[in-house]
């Protein structure tokens, strides 16, 4: 089973590129349950690895879809179907065994052929039609009509000649030939060409069976290597656009790809929840819980000195982001709220206000309308107008400043260009003096900073932290941090 | 592994014969599950909606398998002590106050401290056995000498504390209690372990990667149809027919909680009570509430009752 075993790497491979999580503990079950479900019935198989290597509804969509790919594989003709996989499937595995074994050793597949051809002049001796059998190790599979095992040996031999390398469309027809090689094509030819020297009416029938099995083989490995392609090339691709586009400037993204930042979005929050989420503190203090420090402290004869709390709480920062979103960064603030929005599950506190010149609230809006609408709204509400950053901050200290506490942490997002306006940088510095921290990402570089009507030289000493933030990766970085200071 | 019944495990019509004839009609991935979780000694995660027979499942095969079945009711707060085992303190205490009268004894002919203290540990941690050792469910279950199916329900209900406690009954099938040691299952009685979640927090991926995932889907109309003949025997074929065309296609509207299999089983029960033939409009309004549990879900389905009953009578 070492082969079959080696292709369920590969599936795994396959796998992980289609974004299912499979360990290798889960790769190792796999190959258990290969071992007890065996190969022969396709849809066992299907559910058994399923079970195994998928845990999610969305993983168990994905993993179909790779299984159906990976293993794709028609019936040669209708007539072989009487070779159609048996029940019994943990018997049938004995006689694979031998079969793999013999492929195996490609070296040695010539001379093997030789004796098998001579085992061929013999059969043709008995004139019964039907008994005449292939001799060649290919013949032979091909014409037991079990696709299983065909598949197998065609991944097998795929995996030789490393089909998954393939990178270009056009090499399809070079990897088509070697693996038709790699699966014994020589041994198959020979034996055609000398049933059809012999040319007898079994043997020609017999050639003819090989023939037709050949092109349809032919075909099949066509086909694979097609799918491979796609599954390799394509995933790897897809893989290789989505770290590209997390070190792409925001602001350069374009429009159709905005499904792809999406999904990255969505997929960085989804990691920073996960390692976020689970860490709690336990409360030193609150409501007693008499019944279980009771119970805790029977084993020191109930003497109460060991106390247990009722509520654990769970430590997540109060944030509040403002987005400038005038034209200039707008395009920013659109991904800044988007993750900020994906985070909302493990930061139930995020308050999100909007301006270029008036600041405004958008967090109800974000709760209420779907991305895409609160994003255009919150554009058409406080879009336009010229940047002042005086004006926001004096409307942060008449109505919001009296909700930031020693928890909260304030996110400005925004070039800092005030059209050489009144900075008012006083009231940036009394919102240092209240929150937790302050911090300021600034989409222009840092050499940037100063030149013409940028106030970040005013502003930067009334902030915790100043960054450049202009990738997703420096969003994610930004808001790892936040969750790590403030856990 | 070889516990009792086992030959009923052998393959997977095998299991699904057998589970036919305890009243549980179930998929070729359900039966399947329970063959890999046999064969694999791995435990078997059930995902799915409430109400389509992940608790059944385990407590099915406990039947099938005449094997005892331990329940696990997870919820927020359970602890080991609630989990594994506990000590009984109370018989502690009161062998301290034996002790304490039949010290005189014990020491007997003992001088000096250090020969007292000598004596006592000669004695052992008997406070620490495991005659004081009050058995919970999942040391229960490893010890259960025939094995058994341990069933963790709700375990998306527990704390993510509960969650890691469970990792190495699943993947090693033992238990370590700090005063006594390691408890293992005993070898070729390996409880078979089912967990079911309901999706209402993310199971860990440490816990996912040690058990088997098993999604259990609303059943289509051909096994529901199943499912509803072998639990309510007496209904006719027709009825059956229309009964789960309605439920089927209330599944596809946008409901806050949609229709389970439970509850096709119980309006099916109604219906019969109600010596009904055929479904009408009438009284599908009247016993819309067996299989809808919200207001706003009744009216909602209400507004398009007519149409939807039509086309299930059609159906038939």
Not at chain 1, 138 to 164: C, F, P, T
Not at chain 1, 182 to 205: F, I, N, S
Not at chain 1, 237 to 251: C, D, Y
Not at chain 2, 162 to 174: A, G
Request: charged letters at 30%; aromatic letters at 6%.
């Amino acid at each position: 089973m070492t082969e079959m075993h080696d292709t369920l790497v590969e599936f795994v491979k396959v796998l992980r590129t289609a974004d299912v999580k499979v360990s290798p503990a889960e790769t190792l079950d796999a190959m258990e349950t290969l071992d007890i479900v065996g190969i022969e019935n396709r849809s066992l198989l299907k559910n058994s690895l399923s079970m195994v290597l998928s845990k999610t509804p969305e993983e168990k969509e994905a993993f179909n879809t790779s299984f159906d790919r990976f293993f794709a594989y028609n019936k040669f003709s209708s007539e072989n179907e009487a070779g159609e996989p048996g029940e019994d499937t943990n018997q049938d595995d004995g006689d694979f065994d031998p079969g793999s074994d013999g492929s195996d050793q490609q070296s040695g597949q010539g001379s093997g052929q030789g004796g098998g051809q001579g085992g061929g002049a013999e059969t043709s001796e008995e004139l019964d039609f039907d008994l005449l059998e292939a001799q060649s190790e290919l013949g032979k599979l091909l014409l037991s009509g079990d696709r299983m095992k065909v598949m197998v040996k065609m991944a097998e031999a795929g995996r030789q000649v490393e089909v998954n390398q393939i990178v270009v469309f056009t090499q399809k027809g070079l990897y088509t030939r070697k693996i038709m090689e790699a699966m014994g094509l020589k041994g198959l030819q020979d034996e055609v060409g000398e049933l059809q020297e012999e040319g007898g009416r079994p043997q020609m029938h017999l050639a003819g069976q090989l023939k037709a099995a050949r092109d349809y083989l032919r075909e099949q490995v066509r086909d694979h290597v097609e799918k491979q392609f796609l599954l390799h090339a394509d995933e790897s691709g897809k893989e290789l656009r989505e770290e590209l586009l997390k070190k792409v400037k925001l602001s350069n993204l374009e429009k159709r790809n905005f499904k792809d930042v999406q999904e990255i979005v969505f997929k960085m929050a989804k990691k920073l929840i996960s390692i976020h989420s689970k860490r709690r503190k336990t409360f030193k203090r609150g409501q007693l819980d008499v019944r279980k420090t009771l119970r805790s402290n029977m084993q020191y004869d109930g003497m109460l000195f060991d106390l247990k709390w009722k509520s654990q709480k769970v430590d997540r920062p109060k944030v509040m982001c403002i987005c400038d979103v005038s034209g200039s960064v707008s395009n920013y603030s659109r991904f800044l709220l988007m993750f900020l929005y994906s985070l909302s599950e493990i930061l139930p506190k995020v308050r999100s206000f909007a301006f270029s010149s008036d600041l405004g609230e958008v967090t109800r809006l974000f709760g209420q309308s779907k991305l895409e609408d609160a994003m255009a709204k919150t554009m058409r509400d406080y879009g336009n107008g010229s940047t002042d950053y005086g004006q926001m901050l004096a409307d942060f200290r008449s109505h919001i400043l009296k909700d930031v506490d020693s928890k909260t942490t304030v996110i400005i997002l925004g070039d800092a260009r005030n059209n050489y306006g009144d900075p008012k940088s006083e009231i940036l510095r009394e919102v240092y003096d209240k929150a937790q921290r302050v911090i300021w990402l600034n989409p222009e570089p840092k050499s940037s900073w100063t030149v013409g009507d940028a106030e970040m030289k005013k502003y930067a000493p009334c902030c915790h932290q100043t960054e450049v933030c202009n990738s997703l990766m420096h969003l994610e970085r930004v808001v790892a941090n936040l969750l790590r200071v403030a856990v | 592994m070889a516990i009792k019944n086992d030959d009923k495990l052998k393959d997977i019509e095998a299991i699904r014969g057998h589970f036919e004839s305890l009243g549980y009609i179930c998929s070729v991935e359900i039966a399947t599950a329970v063959f890999l979780a046999y064969h694999l000694e791995k435990p078997v995660l059930i995902e799915g909606p409430p109400g389509v027979g992940k608790t059944e499942l385990a407590k099915t095969t406990g039947e099938m398998l005449d094997l005892p079945c331990i329940r696990l009711q997870c919820y927020e707060g359970l602890d080991e002590s609630k989990a594994i085992y506990e000590w009984k303190y109370g018989k502690q205490l009161l062998y301290t106050q034996v002790l304490k009268e039949t010290l005189g004894e014990i020491l007997d002919g003992a001088t000096g401290l250090a020969e007292s203290v000598d004596k006592l540990h000669s004695f052992g941690d008997i406070f620490f056995s495991e005659e004081f050792l009050e058995p919970r469910p999942l040391l229960k279950a490893l010890k259960a000498e025939e094995s058994c199916v341990l069933l963790i329900d709700e375990v998306d209900k527990s704390d993510h504390e509960f969650e890691s406690l469970l990792l190495e009954m699943l993947s090693d099938y033992q238990l370590s209690i700090p005063e006594i040691g390691t408890v293992k299952a005993i070898p070729g009685k390996k409880p078979l372990v089912f967990l079911t979640s309901n999706n209402t927090r993310e199971i860990s991926d440490a816990l996912k990667r040690r058990c088997l995932h098993l999604y259990i889907p609303f059943p289509d109309a051909d096994l529901e149809r199943r499912i509803v003949r072998a639990r309510v025997p007496e209904i006719p074929p027709k009825l059956n027919q229309q009964l789960v065309a309605f439920i089927q296609e209330l599944r596809e509207m946008d409901l806050k909680k949609v229709p389970a299999i439970s509850e096709t089983i119980d309006w099916a029960r109604t219906l019969i009570l109600l010596h009904t033939e055929s479904l009408d409009p009438d009284l599908v309004r009247q016993t819309l509430n067996v299989i809808l549990k919200f207001q706003e879900d009744v009216e909602t389905v209400q507004s398009e009752l007519q149409g939807v009953t039509n086309r299930a009578l059609k159906a038939s």
